[in-house]
Antibody
Framework: QVQLQQWGAGLLKPSETLSLTCAVY????????WSWIRQPPGKGLEWIGE???????NYNPSLESRVTISVDSSKNQFSLDLTSVTAADTAIYYC????????????????WGKGTTVTVSS | DIQMTQSPSSLSASVGDRVTITCRAS??????LNWYQQKPGKAPDLLIY???TLQTGAPSRFSGSGSGTDFTLTISSLQPEDFATYYC?????????FGQGTKLEI
């Protein structure tokens, strides 16, 4: 049973960089898209981006200029950096495992971390 | 971006009711459509992928259908634990967009 454990700073000031890490336990690290999704307070889900075990990334164009997702396959971990945060980046940030890396297979998010609440406030 | 629109945004129902939630894509996405359930304070949980395939462990009262632009999630007989928010997500193109959610209330 795969488990995702995430951590990072929960309170940031405007213009700072949000940094979160997610560790994967109990499953294969290769063959998946390792993903970040966020949810502003009281709102819906927004897909931020993803990375595979070899470092290939896909980002949401709305955030691409500020986002970096990286991977450390030796530790079965992946990370999110979001620069120049504002109050609009206040949200719960989830890491998740995405399937569908093999052409012709379906993509879906089948395992999630518990979420990290990030607040941006001066 | 492919826009995903769910209806209704909220829905009141009772235990035992049959409920249908709709998700419409702004362009054809074949059957690259997933459904998630989210309970308050929890991460989302995958219910259905590929429009109609029930995720392992998800109750059989949940079913999905549709292809192209129009999709539905049906709960055949509501149980108390089903009161939650439901999201669709397309995986046909990037970014992998979600619908705005449907809150199912008692």
């Amino acid at each position: 049973q795969v488990q995702l454990q995430q951590w990072g700073a929960g309170l940031l000031k405007p213009s700072e960089t949000l940094s979160l890490t997610c560790a994967v336990y109990g499953g294969s690290f290769s063959g998946y898209f390792w993903s970040w999704i966020r949810q502003p307070p009281g709102k819906g889900l927004e897909w931020i981006g993803e990375i595979n075990h070899s470092g290939s990334t896909n980002y949401n164009p709305s955030l691409e200029s500020r986002v970096t997702i990286s991977v450390d396959s030796s530790k079965n971990q992946f990370s999110l950096d979001l620069t120049s945060v504002t109050a609009a980046d206040t949200a719960i940030y989830y890491c998740a495992r995405g399937t569908g890396t093999i052409p012709g297979t379906f993509y879906y998010l089948d395992a999630w971390g518990k979420g990290t609440t990030v607040t941006v406030s001066s | 971006d492919i826009q995903m629109t769910q209806s209704p945004s909220s829905l009141s129902a009772s235990v035992g009711d049959r409920v249908t939630i709709t998700c419409r894509a702004s362009q054809s996405i074949n059957n690259f459509l997933n459904w998630y359930q989210q309970k308050p304070g929890k991460a989302p949980d995958l219910l259905i992928y590929a429009a109609s395939t029930l995720q392992t462990g998800a109750p059989s009262r949940f079913s999905g259908s549709g292809s192209g632009t129009d999709f539905t999630l049906t709960i055949s007989s509501l149980q108390p634990e089903d009161f939650a928010t439901y999201y669709c997500q397309q995986s046909y193109g990037f970014p992998r967009t979600f619908g705005q959610g449907t809150k199912l209330e008692i």
